[in-house]
């Protein structure tokens, strides 16, 4: 069929011959839909169905419909399963102009200071305008055109596509142009006056008035004076010395220029400015090609879509949100996100960013959720710096961000191992909300080297489906693509096998930020964090030193009943991915919510085992209630905190603390306080040449136990796995599709229970699947 499609010549031929292929392509999504319960299966590990395999990012913009075939069949020829159609128009016309934006500015200058790795390949290579000619302006007719073809191809070979809704990035300006400013995003705006004794008349500054506030420099009190604004002005006195007089409003942002413009972007608060975008693209597309919604197109593609670059970006709501939330004025603790303002400080930012998350999070995500639910879509989209170490500058927060969407997905950008220790952030909230399929864009992962191990390094974080580019320079044209598709499908859904829970520390990081620090206006953004916030550290030591797979738990599902406490564990309480964790740790921070802290006592209560690292809290995320979060905290640790002593209780409840978590104390403390790992590597190898590591996740599906091992170091590494429980094990290659039974494996009675080992090598940047079925095998004695 691919020289057929080669001697295609005009599209209205083309359109002819894709007709004829369309049965037998819905024919083949039917029966893919009916054997999804045989993921695990030698078959189709040899031959992985398209449906898991990646999906190539193709440009065809400047390709004319006659050519789009002949273009679009590298696709096919390199074994993607799907395509992500860029749009590749025409930009507005005008000159291009330097960003303005001081953010953009500033990571500009700090991507350059990256280390660049050996093969990075270039983004989109290969599969671009191969006929050039003239773009198209973006969502015309004759774009539309180009885009139907392009359809008509997928369908006609049994693929589907993503339907990326950007011109550019980030998601939100319509391909520019066509966004009223007016509905641009909102900043919010402090403007501190010195007060004087005696009468004084202040302006009430330009843009929506959220709180006009009088403050004591020294002694910290403040007044709301925002009742006494009249026919624009503020009549008052200060009563004495040190007061200033502070405005809060919010206005409307300007566009900064540059090819990037985060400002010249729709308020992803406001439900009608999200639906003068939707009205402008997602309904353009439904008109135009809505006949390929739900079976051709299948998913949709937002990028970037959050706080950054703007740290003050605000929704006017905010303040009500806040006033029904809390039950009293926001007004007094606007000088907070700014300034220290006394023991409020900490339980006011948070209050005002964890209410800036949730409605960041109701508002673009689940408001194109809902759209593209109604057509027969799924949602996916990623926002910026989900990675980093401090979300408040960059999403909010990425357990809430994607709590609508039924694909989340994250963003692997830059260099090799960049962002690395902050995936299983992502994937920890798809965990958290049973969502089974995670997606990365990856369009630097390509069958090169440096592709294969940076998929690698995603999928052993709990990635499972790939957006990517096309190149396979690593064992035949469709090997990448083959390899990438085995792994997806065993990985999607399943049950995450996972002993150890990460607290999520958002108070402590929400409490300690501040808008226009002065330490924080140089270097990468999303890092500006407490020195005691250790959590990704912690995360990393734990995926590539120790080997113990975790996730990260939010405090809020702690204080909820969604994390259950039975028996000495903590149940994650999913219908499908239900996970049981025997240790927490609650990784530094100075700041946590009471009602999470009473969850972690009653598991300690229960039996169950706490580890502290670097800091314990002393202050609470709520309005005056640090006493019981200090209270709470020595019945756990001791009054004295005193790190490296062990604290038991009757029930067989442990807890310690410790001031240095380096990857010997922090496996010895394991040691101490857990029961055996559920994964282990006789050794402990710990390769880290080339940038990479050896990581694994484990899962449970279809009553087997699919472990997926993955070395990404320059390394060889030869160990012995051993994995809790008794099981037949068989060894599945990712790479060639073969499997074989696992050579002189065997089964052991231990003190902690049935354990099953067998020697287990694998080269370097390779990776391997260990299945495990329950069966009939010879057992040895200790």
């Known amino acids: 069929m691919s020289a057929r499609w080669r001697q295609v010549a005009g599209v209205a031929a083309f359109m002819a011959v894709a007709a004829q292929f369309a049965a037998q392509a819905a024919a083949s999504q039917t029966a893919a839909s009916q054997t999804a319960a045989t993921e695990v299966s030698a078959t189709s590990f040899a031959h992985p169905p398209l449906r898991y395999r990646p999906a190539a990012a193709v440009k065809i913009g ?112 319509a391909g520019g142009g066509k966004i009223d400013p007016k509905n641009f995003r909102k900043l919010l705006v402090r403007t501190k006056l010195t007060a004087q004794p005696g009468s004084t008349i202040f302006a009430v500054p330009k843009g929506i008035l959220m709180a006009a506030v009088a403050m004591n420099e020294v002694t910290k009190v403040r007044l709301d004076l925002t009742p006494r604004i009249a026919n624009g002005a503020l009549r008052w006195s200060a009563p004495g010395p040190n007061w200033t007089v502070q405005f809060f409003n919010v206005v409307t942002s300007e566009a900064q220029g540059g090819p990037e413009d ?39 593609f937002f990028d970037d879509v959050g706080i950054y670059s703007a740290d003050r970006t605000w929704a006017v709501g905010i303040g009500d949100r806040f006033a029904a939330r809390y039950q009293r004025s926001p007004a007094i603790y606007y000088p907070a996100l700014w300034e220290d303002i006394g023991t409020d400080t900490a339980a006011a930012r948070v209050a005002f960013f964890a209410t800036r998350a949730d409605m960041l999070a109701d508002g673009f995500p689940r408001l194109v959720t809902e759209w593209t639910a109604r057509h027969g879509l799924e949602a996916s989209g990623h926002t910026p710096g989900q990675y980093e ?62 592709g294969y191990k940076r998929a690698m390094d995603s999928f052993a974080r709990g990635v499972n489906y790939l ?131 009473r969850k ?62 380096e990857a010997p104390v922090l496996r010895d403390s394991l040691a101490r306080l857990a029961p055996p790992a559920d994964i282990s590597f006789a050794g402990d190898p710990s390769p880290h040449s080339g940038n990479g590591e050896l990581a694994y996740i484990h899962k449970v599906k279809e009553g087997r136990q699919v472990i997926f091992v993955a070395n990404s170091s320059d390394e060889p590494v030869n160990t012995e796995i051993s994995i809790r429980g008794a099981f037949a094990l068989e060894l599945w290659d990712p790479f060639t599709g073969k499997t074989m039974p696992a050579k002189d494996s065997s089964v052991a009675s231990t003190g902690s229970g049935e354990r099953t080992t067998a020697p287990l090598s694998i080269g370097s940047g390779s990776s391997v699947f260990v299945i495990g079925e329950p069966a009939p095998v010879m057992r040895t004695q200790p």
């Not at 997806?488 to 929400?510: E, K, N």
């Not at 406490?565 to 991915?577: A, E, F």
């Open 262 to 300: 985060y400002h010249a972007v729709v308020d992803y608060f406001d439900p009608q400015a999200v639906q003068q975008f939707i009205d402008i693209t997602y309904e353009a597309y439904a008109r135009h090609v809505g006949q390929y919604f739900g079976n051709t197109i299948a998913m949709t």
């Open 389 to 450: 170490i401090q979300p408040t500058d960059m999403n909010g927060d990425p357990f809430k961000f994607y709590r609508a969407q039924p694909i989340p997905m994250i963003d692997v950008i830059f260099v090799y191992g960049f962002g690395r220790d902050g995936f299983k952030l992502t994937t920890s909230a798809a965990d958290s909300m049973d969502k089974p399929i995670v997606a990365a864009e990856q369009f630097t992962t390509c069958g090169t080297p440096t």
């Open 62 to 173: 400047l390709t004319p419909e006659s050519g789009i075939p002949s273009q679009l069949q590298t696709v096919v020829d390199r074994g993607f399963g799907a395509m992500l159609i860029s749009p590749g128009a025409s930009p507005m016309p005008g000159p291009p102009t330097a960003s303005r934006d001081p953010t953009i500015q500033r990571v500009i200058r700090a991507v350059k200071n990256l280390k660049p790795s050996n093969t990075e390949p270039d983004p989109l290579p290969d599969i671009g305008e191969h006929d050039a000619g003239s773009a198209p302006p973006y969502l015309s007719e004759e774009y539309f055109r180009r885009y139907e073809a392009a359809l008509a191809f997928a369908r006609a070979h049994g693929l589907t596509t993503v339907l990326y809704d950007e011109l550019g990035y980030p998601t939100g300006g």
């Open 600 to 661: 972690l006592k009653a598991f300690f209560d229960a039996g169950g085992a706490l580890l502290a690292t670097t800091q314990l809290p002393s202050r609470s995320a709520e309005f005056g209630r640090d006493a019981e979060v200090r209270t709470l905290v020595a019945a756990i640790f001791g009054r004295d905190g005193q790190p490296g002593t062990i604290r038991r209780n009757s029930k067989g409840g442990s807890a310690l603390f410790i001031e240095h978590a």
């Open 467 to 597: 957006i990517t580019c096309s190149r396979s320079d690593v064992g035949g044209p469709t090997a990448f693509a083959e390899w990438a598709g085995r792994i997806s499908m065993l990985l999607q859904g399943g049950r995450h096998v996972a002993d150890v829970a990460i607290v999520y520390p958002i108070a402590s990081l929400q409490a300690y930020y501040r808008f226009d620090a002065s330490e924080n206006q140089e270097g990468p953004v999303g890092r500006f964090a407490p020195a005691s916030a250790d959590y990704l550290t912690l995360g990393e030591r734990l995926t590539g030193d120790l080997h113990r797979d975790f996730t990260f738990i939010h405090p809020d599902d702690l204080a909820s009943n969604h994390l259950k406490i039975s028996g000495g564990r903590m149940i994650l309480d999913n219908p499908r991915n239900r996970q049981e964790y025997s240790v927490i740790i609650l990784p530094g921070g100075e700041v946590i919510s009471v009602a999470a802290m």
